[in-house]
């Protein structure tokens, strides 16, 4: 056994050193930053410089970012947004994650979904079919549309979405969860209106993360209470949390980027072994590869690689313990090979040994497996 790959960051990458200092330090400061004494203001002052921080990240203005418990209240929060600025019909793409499709389906409105083709990149035709077919209910479009999948690493056309979106009046709503970090998340840069982002996906501690909306679009005061936040999110901000996910935005965006040569290394191996690269054709995240092995449930080469110290997941895996067939997969059209996916991510802290390390006991998991199978073949 090797002395562990972590290759799960799309699940919660671990903390860098500078978020722990940043939250160490904060610690020890005392105010509550809504206080307006001296201690108030030493605590308001570190918020702001952690949303300043974030700000740079998303390409806004410092006003625009409210802070939440992560990536999924503020995708929730985007969703409640239009629907209480008078979306009547929701468009999602057919690969959100859970928390989109979930509040969406929970809104009590029309919710649409946009299919991907089988690389698993959003249908832009069927996107235009359905913007030129308004809803028989009316109201503002919404899009929501992830800048890269959660499953996949499969990087999404957010800027002809935008296009599109933007000539019927509409509103595209990017969760940048996985991508921020890893590529340009600017507002600008992707086309969108809103973005969500979450700390723990960078480096930063989890139960904190952002929706940072521009100027097309206002937010919805889904949280009664004080007027923290603008108004918009009530409740005592997370100060600490806050001050890792600044440190670990600034540690982010002044890191350079690794490239895709470990990931395409150990992809090619594993095609060679029998797996197949899914979404090998689209533009990926540097660090994020998805295979799919026939006649290898995704359980076993989890928890398989797991017991040799390998650390992946199945599915969508934040939802967490269960794995179950992955229903981005599904969209792609992979059938059956569904249940016989894992997911391989790096991030900050991997080094290329991890991708080696992982390829290696991965095929001496699917060898042993086969021979156990096949005694006479072995
Ligand atoms: N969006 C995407 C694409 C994700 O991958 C995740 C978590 O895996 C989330 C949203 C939810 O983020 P959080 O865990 O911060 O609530």
Redesign the pocket.
Known sequence: MNAGVYLDH??TSPLRPEARAAMAAAFDVTGNPSSVHASGRAARARLEEARARVAILAGASPASVTFTS????A?VLAIRSAVAAGARRLLISAIE?D??REAALASGVETVEVPVRPEGIIDLGALEALLDAPSAAGGPVFLAL?AA??ETGVIQPTREAAERVRAAGGWLHV?A??AAGRTPVELDVLGADSL?L?A??LGGP?GI?ALVAGPRTRIFRDMPGGGQEQGRRAGTQNLIGAAGFGAAVEAALASPRPGPGARDVAAAAFADAGALVVGATAPRLDDVLCIATPDLPSEIQVMGLDLAGVQVSAGAA?SSGKVRPSRVLEAMGLGDLAGCAIRLSGGWSTRSEDWRIAVETWIDLKTRRQSRRHPAAA
């Open positions: 799309c699940a992560g990536g999924t209240e995708n994650h928390c989109v992830m999948n959660n969760d969860v996985q969500a979450s723990h996906k989890q993360g934040c």
